[in-house]
């Protein structure tokens, strides 16, 4: 079934929730596409939570119908046999590395403090990826576990490490910030072209869902499809949205990130293929987060984006 | 029980009826279970049960079993992985701890001693006690950086109320007989510190001392959870990254044994410190120990 | 009125040690009689006391009230405890009124009879303080006032005047004097003043040390009543005729206690 | 009145440390005071400031009646303290935080979870408070009532509850102020709502006034709850200084 | 020896009110005399002492001590509590040494003198224990060694066996007379118990209260040593005048007291 947190009214229409990870730029066009669906009558709840776990742990449980955040605990959990399909992007890979002013490449680096998060997360695996092939066996940082990438620009910022990875939105806000050394951070590497088939950010449902209510679902990623294609014709509707949907935050800020995303394309749902969720997969499983054997087609359901269009 | 028999009796007469209530002597059963160890055996089946029918019964995905808990617990006691986040950890403990001990014994004394002091310094405490440190972090990541500074800092603010608090408790229960007595041979402030109100405070800073390694603990996991993922805290957040709920609970549990151990030990240093302030008579009613948290 | 017959009562220490506190305990006590009970430090005097009330359980023996074997505390018996045990947060009447109210008296009795007590005790006036502004004389009076406010036939006293000053004390002894002859009360007083003993008893019951037993029975011939001035009655030669016995009695115990290894 | 002197004069330090200073990590209070009046303006404080009182208030109500019930029971029962004895110490000495899934998976990520989170980090306080006030309460007034035939209820509630109170009382204090820290690390861990999510927010931002604002706001509920507390504790425990004065 | 002049002190209590301890105080105490204060409760007795030892400042008159003005506490006086105040954590012989120590004796030498002090007041055999672990009356006797460690001229008792039950009371007064007569000290010694105070004193001094005030200093008659035979003393007919005299001095002083509205 499609789990407790889901009921059919008599009208036909649906009441169900959608938990959404300490909602920022990313999660703005979701947020519209909820509304979207309200809009067809169903009532839908959003909670909002700490970390992506939870919301995967509510989802496996049919707390909640559909969730957005870091790929990598949905797998963990769809390998693990949880009813959990990916079925759309919520946004690119919006992660690089940076460096201090005038740390360019890996040789700069050699020894020095390069800043990480725990070993499960995906910008761990990233970096952990990129020093990989492009630093010699002799020639590697040291790293040093930090927390979140809020917690690692500071850190940049503050000159405690060479190199970190970091957040579209952290960099913007580190560019914008008033530490002097803050607005010359170098990118190292652009993740979203070192690797190309790496999405790791995405929608994800609870699977009873998705058999018994298609016509919802559907709808919701349809919504957000929109949503994102009018945010790239639009230069300010993002900025719009986000006036709407995170009114605590400074609108000088929003604007200034929201045209960085809009410009490198990070959003597009219909972004996934079997090929590129495929890779996703694999690179997961290169980074030890899940074993072989997941399958496109086990962690994911396309038709939605397929249907889109 | 040992095995000394019971007064003898001197007589018995016929049909006698001994008190109130008959004093018997306890059998065997009764004897087992008037140690408290049937009883913890009794609660820890009884979670153990209800933990693992819970699980089973609508277990997620970050909601193991108790015997898959066990397991993974066992397996990682194995692993060199978690014998180097203890080691990680603790070192900011310890410092941290240590930085609260150093600070804090001072302080609460001092707030003891002198009430003009206190009762400036008085909302201060309060404030510090229910300040929640976890929202601080983010400042304290901006003013020190994510070096062990930091983590030992907050380790410190964390512990180092429980100390202070209690430290002054202590000096503020100094039976003040004890310091006119000192006077009276002649001591000045110094030694009045050093001589009475010292060794006087030591039961309650031992106390303080220990409260205050249960929050050390709790600190140094928060800032690991939070701000440096590294040690303890940082396996937490890789398990619970990865959804690998067993070995997760498996580091909790680890957590909470070390919490339990530490604690036990100031315990047990405590009791060998301050033999003398233990009341030697079940019914002495004076000597009831100090009232440690009745000045919080 | 009280019969104890062969009481023995030990305790376990917490390290397992057994103290014999009585052993073999024989006494008679007559209705209305005042029989005090003197013996030196932890020779078992309030392991006594308590067993008389019924609030701790013996080894063996028997002590029956009337006849009637004790099983706890009675409605015939009250007890005035050394240290006054008087509720710190209720004020000296809801004290007084405090074993009425166990009782289900109703409120109005219950203030009538702890005023017009608290008035036989010199208190009157005092009602609404708290213990904790009395002076210990005041709250032994209180207390006093609590155990004969439930009308008890057998008043049981535990040192009820050893952390009293003791010109307060006199006074104390001569209102519990005057208290016992109008009541008709059976007292077991205990303490360990030799001159209390032999000014306020009819008997002095002499107890001895591990194990605590009675060693003798001294009557005392002093003429009552005795409540209008005790202090000219410490100086009559037969009040120095019985302390000089007893203080060679009570020195002869002491000396063997001491002997035996037990510092005092 | 020293309270009042003294807050004043930090807030002076403060103030000056945050001009001096010129960090960003630290703004000086009139700064903070700012962004809490632009907060108050926009309107998000005050509906997140009643959002956490009620999972405040309901988190410390629970904590109250079953801290209560179980240390008394603890206090006066040597079975139910060997039973439950580890488990609270274990419990109290434990970072509460690492709870935070298991709230989840039982409770959701609703009002419950805080709730519960806020009971986690209160209730231990008070249990082993409790606890230890009722274990010692003096056992000659326990003995007293006993020999006026009081049964074990009236024992518990004539003798040992008023007798124990002051202590008691002690423990609340330090529950509210665990409460209010379990409040604000349930709201940033779990579902992010009320004040927690503003910390979160701002944390996020970098933005240390706003951080510093929301704190100051906690502080001050976290006072005012001490205040009631200790209003409460005053009239309960009138009766103590005056016999602590005269035992010495 | 000891002279004091027109000692006035007063307390401003807690709630702002005025108490007179101690008015126009005037005291000669002569070289090896011992001298008995006698008093009810409240009437300054302790205060007076804590002036003499130069623990608390006062209002007006003088203190000397061998005809120099007194101004905080001297190597040569040397006080005894009322409640011990023993060091719980040190054990009997660092009690004793205590003194010593702050004077700066080295260790040997503390020892030393401790330990013969211990076996002096009977408790060769203790010195490693804790205060906990002794009762009362040995309590007591620490204290006394550790007065007496410091060679003090002048003994200043507060009540010393006031906590302590009579017959061990009576065996440390024999010891206390003993020690006096052989160190040839100067003593003086605050208690409430009339016999107590005869029995020890050359003189004794009445105190009044409210305010404090020396009422009356009554010469004691008896022979000298008495730390024979205590007991033997408190049966003669001397002993008697004198308790009588006083007991009704005393006796007016408290009815005074309490028509004053003072209660006991
Ligand atoms: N609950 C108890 N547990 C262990 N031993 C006890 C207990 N109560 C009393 N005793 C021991 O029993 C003996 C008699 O005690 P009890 O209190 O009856 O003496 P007492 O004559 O009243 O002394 P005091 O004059 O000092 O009040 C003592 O040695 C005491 O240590
Ligand atoms: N520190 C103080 N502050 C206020 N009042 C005090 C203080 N010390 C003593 N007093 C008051 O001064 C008076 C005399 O006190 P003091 O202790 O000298 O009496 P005492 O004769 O030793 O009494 P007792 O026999 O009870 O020991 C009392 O009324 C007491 O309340
Ligand atoms: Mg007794
Ligand atoms: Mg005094």
């Avoid at chain 1, 596409?33 to 009532?43: F, L, N, P, T």
């Avoid at chain 3, 009675?74 to 000296?92: C, D, H, I, K, Y």
């Avoid at chain 3, 519990?176 to 009819?202: K, N, P, Q, Y």
């Avoid at chain 3, 003429?223 to 060679?248: K, N, Q």
């Amino acid at each position: 079934g499609s789990g407790p947190g889901t009921t059919a009214r008599a009208d036909g229409t649906l009441s169900f929730t959608v938990a959404v990870v300490e909602p920022d730029l990313t999660t703005v066009p979701v947020l519209a596409a909820v509304d979207a669906v309200r809009r067809q009558g169903h009532d839908v709840d959003v909670v909002e939570l700490a970390a992506p776990e939870l919301a995967i742990e509510g989802l496996a449980q049919g707390e909640y119908a559909i969730s957005a955040e870091a790929t990598g605990p949905a797998l963990s959990a769809i390998e693990q046999g949880a009813p959990i399909k990916i079925i759309a992007d919520v946004v690119g890979n919006q992660w690089a590395l940076y460096g201090r002013p005038g740390v360019a490449s890996c040789d700069d680096l050699d020894e020095r403090p390069f800043g990480i998060f725990s070993s499960g997360a995906v910008a761990t695996a990233m970096a952990k990826d990129w020093v990989r092939s492009h630093c010699t066996a002799d020639n590697r940082p040291r790293y040093l576990t930090l927390g979140g990438s809020d917690v690692r620009a500071q850190a940049l910022a503050a000159g405690e490490i060479d190199a970190t990875p970091l957040e579209l939105s952290d960099a913007v806000a580190l560019e914008a910030s008033e530490e002097p050394a803050a607005s010359r951070l170098t990118k190292i590497a652009d993740f979203a072209r070192t690797l190309p088939d790496l999405h790791p950010q995405t929608v994800y449902a609870n699977a009873g869902f998705l058999g018994e209510h298609r016509d919802v679902a559907q709808a919701f990623v349809t919504a957000l499809v929109r949503e994102h294609a009018r945010i790239n014709a639009r230069p300010r509707h993002l900025a719009r949205l986000a006036r709407t949907y995170l009114p605590g935050e400074d609108e000088a800020d929003v604007v200034r990130a929201a045209e960085r995303y809009r410009k490198a394309g990070l959003f597009d749902a219909a972004a996934l293929t079997p090929r590129n969720m495929q890779g996703t997969i694999d690179f997961f499983a290169r980074a030890g987060v899940i074993g072989r054997g997941v399958t496109a087609r086990d962690a994911a359901d396309l038709s939605f984006i397929e249907a889109v269009s | 029980m040992t095995l000394t028999a019971t007064p003898r009796r001197t007589r018995r007469g016929p049909g006698t009826r001994a008190g109130p209530r008959p004093a018997h002597r306890p059998g065997p059963l009764r004897r087992f279970l008037g140690m408290n160890l049937p009883y913890q055996l009794l609660t820890f089946a009884v979670f153990a049960g209800g933990w693992e029918l819970y699980a089973r019964a609508r277990g997620g995905l970050l909601l193991p079993g108790f015997t898959e808990t066990v397991r993974a617990t066992v397996a990682l006691l194995g692993e060199a992985e978690l014998w180097r986040a203890l080691y990680v950890s603790n070192q900011a403990l310890l410092l941290g701890f240590a930085l609260a001990v150093v600070v804090g014994i001072p302080a609460g004394t001092a707030l003891g001693r002198f009430r003009q002091f206190e009762r400036y310094a008085d909302v201060y405490l309060n404030i510090l006690l229910v300040t929640p440190m976890a929202a601080l972090i983010p400042l304290l990541v901006m003013s020190m950086g994510v070096g062990p500074a930091s983590r030992v800092v907050l380790v410190a603010l964390f512990s180092v109320v429980m100390v202070i608090v209690n430290s002054r408790a202590g000096v503020r229960q100094v039976d003040p007989a004890l310091i006119e007595m000192a006077r009276s041979f002649g001591a000045d402030e110094r030694r009045i510190w050093t001589r009475i109100l010292l060794p006087a405070a030591l039961p309650a800073v031992m106390t303080g001392i220990r409260l205050g390694l249960g929050r050390a603990v709790t600190g140094m996991v928060l800032v690991e959870l939070l701000m440096v993922s590294d040690g303890l805290g940082g396996l937490i957040l890789t398990y619970r990254g990865l959804l690998k709920a067993p070995p997760l609970y498996g580091v909790i549990a680890i957590i909470l044994a070390e919490a339990l151990l530490l604690v036990s030990a100031a315990h047990w240093a405590e009791r060998r410190l301050t033999r003398w302030a233990r009341p030697n008579e079940p019914r002495s009613l004076s000597a009831s120990g100090p009232r440690t948290a009745r000045s919080f | 009125m009280i019969t104890v017959h062969g009481l023995c009562k030990s305790f376990t220490a917490r390290d397992g040690e057994t103290v014999e506190a009585l052993r073999d305990v024989d006494l008679e006590v007559a209705e209305n009689e005042f029989l005090t009970v003197l013996g030196p430090s932890g020779c078992g005097k309030t392991t006594l006391l308590r067993a008389l009330a019924g609030l701790v359980p013996w080894d063996d023996g028997d002590i029956l009230v009337d006849g009637e074997p004790v099983r706890g505390p009675g409605p015939e018996r009250s007890m005035v405890f050394q240290n006054f045990a008087l509720l710190p947060w209720a004020t000296v009447l809801e004290n007084v009124a405090f074993g009425l109210r166990l009782r289900g008296v109703a409120r109005a009795e219950r203030a009538e009879r702890a005023r017009s007590l608290l008035a036989t005790v010199g208190l009157a006036g005092c009602e609404a303080k708290l213990p904790g502004e009395l002076s210990g004389g005041m709250q032994q009076r209180v207390g006093i006032a609590r155990a004969l406010a439930v009308r008890p036939r057998v008043l049981l006293m535990d040192e009820p005047f050893g952390a009293v000053d003791e010109q307060t004390r006199r006074l104390l002894q001569e209102e519990l004097l005057a208290l016992w002859e109008e009541h008709r009360l059976t007292v077991v007083f205990i303490t360990h003043s030799m001159e209390e003993a032999v000014l306020l008893g009819d008997r002095v019951a002499l107890m001895s040390a591990r194990p605590g037993r009675i060693a003798e029975i001294v009557p005392v011939g002093l003429e009552r009543p005795r409540s209008r001035d005790i202090s000219g009655l410490a100086r009559s030669g037969e009040y120095a005729e019985i302390t000089t016995y007893l203080w060679e009695r009570l020195r002869e115990m002491h000396a063997e206690h001491r002997r035996d290894g037990v510092a005092s | 009145m020293a309270t009042l002197v003294s807050l004043a004069g930090g807030a002076a330090l403060w103030e000056l440390a945050g001009r001096t200073a010129d960090t960003s990590s630290l703004p000086p209070l009139s700064q903070v005071l700012g962004r809490l009046a632009e907060m108050t303006r926009e309107g998000t404080l005050v509906g997140s400031v009643g959002d956490s009182l009620v999972n405040l208030a309901l988190g410390l109500a629970i904590s109250l009646v079953a801290g209560l019930a179980v240390g008394t029971a603890m206090g006066r029962g040597r079975r139910t303290e060997a039973a439950l004895g580890v488990y609270v110490h274990a419990l109290l000495t434990a970072p509460s935080l690492v709870f935070a899934p298991v709230f989840f998976s039982l409770l959701g990520a609703g009002r419950a979870s805080i709730v519960a989170v806020v009971v986690m980090y209160a209730v231990f306080v008070v249990i082993v408070n409790t606890a230890s006030a009722v274990r010692t309460v003096p056992p000659h007034l326990v003995e007293m009532a006993r020999s006026y035939g009081a049964s074990e209820r009236q024992v518990l509630v004539r003798v040992v509850l008023p007798a124990a109170a002051p202590l008691i009382m002690a423990g609340v204090r330090l529950g509210v102020g665990r409460a209010v820290t379990g409040m604000v690390n349930g709201e940033m861990f779990i579902a992010v709502v009320g004040l927690g999510r503003l910390v979160t927010e701002a944390g996020g931002r970098f933005d240390s006034a706003g951080v510093l604002a929301v704190l100051l706001i906690v502080i001050a509920v976290a006072l005012g709850a001490l205040a009631l507390v200790q209003a409460v504790d005053r009239v309960v425990t009138r009766w103590t200084p005056t016999t602590w004065k005269d035992a010495r």
